[in-house]
Each structure stands twice: as structure tokens, then as C-alpha cells.
Nanobody, 124 residues
Framework: QVQLVESGGGLVQAGGSLRLSCAAS????????MGWFRQAPGKEREFVAA????????WFADSVKGRFTISRDNGRNTVYLQMNSLKPEDTAVYYC?????????????????WGQGTQVTVSS
């Protein structure tokens, strides 16, 4: 079993920045990729960013390209999402998740474990 715990959410003004963290624990941890997803009120959960655990290749949703970066610390089993130039439409609950096996990390159904989510609110 793997446990994922997100932190770093909060309230920020438009144009501001936040850094989300996702700490993983569990002896079976060792994913092929880690991803961030978000779900706004009344909307479906959507892909935000992902990173290969080995190698560090990254993927981003078009809506966050150039504003968000994803990184990981393999030694600390932690993945980060740096969010800059935040917009009100970035308001959502942000979830991290871990993928195992092959597959493009943008596909939500490939992720096995999920965190509980952290709220990000961007005011205009």
C-alpha cells in the first residue's frame, strides 16, 4: 500500500505563486510516474502535470504550460508542483497520484494511488 499526502495549498491572489508538495510512503512505493490532477467545483477531474520517476520526463496540460513546473526528489519520495502566474480558473482541489506500469502519464485511469487533495483558491 502507498500513502500520498499533499500540502501547500491555500488562498492566493491572481498572479501569485504556490508550491504544492506530495509526500509518498509505503514500502511498495516506486512508481513509473507521479502526476498532479485537479477538480474544480462542478467539473470533472483533469490532468495538470506528470513526471517520470526515473528520468524526469515531464508532461503538462496546455492550460498550465509555461506557468507550472513539476519536479521530484527521489530520495525523499516527494513530488512538487510549482504554480506561478496563478489565475482564478486555477482554483480547484489538487490531487497527486502515482502510476505504475507503462502508459502515457496524462491518462488518469492509469494511476493507482491518490492523495486526499489540497485546496487551491485564486482570487481575482
Amino acid at each position: 500500500q502507498v500513502q500520498l499526502v499533499e500540502s501547500g495549498g491555500g488562498l492566493v491572489q491572481a498572479g501569485g505563486s504556490l508550491r504544492l508538495s506530495c509526500a509518498a510512503s509505503g514500502r511498495t512505493f516506486g512508481p513509473s510516474a507521479m502526476g498532479w490532477f485537479r477538480q474544480a467545483p462542478g467539473k470533472e477531474r483533469e490532468f495538470v502535470a506528470a513526471i517520470r520517476w526515473i528520468g524526469g520526463s515531464t508532461w503538462f496540460a496546455d492550460s498550465v504550460k509555461g506557468r507550472f513546473t513539476i519536479s521530484r526528489d527521489n530520495g525523499r519520495n516527494t513530488v512538487y508542483l510549482q504554480m506561478n502566474s496563478l489565475k482564478p480558473e486555477d482554483t480547484a482541489v489538487y490531487y497527486c497520484a502515482s502510476q505504475y506500469g507503462d502508459g502515457i502519464p496524462t491518462i488518469m485511469r492509469l494511476y493507482r494511488y491518490w492523495g486526499q487533495g489540497t485546496q487551491v483558491t485564486v482570487s481575482s
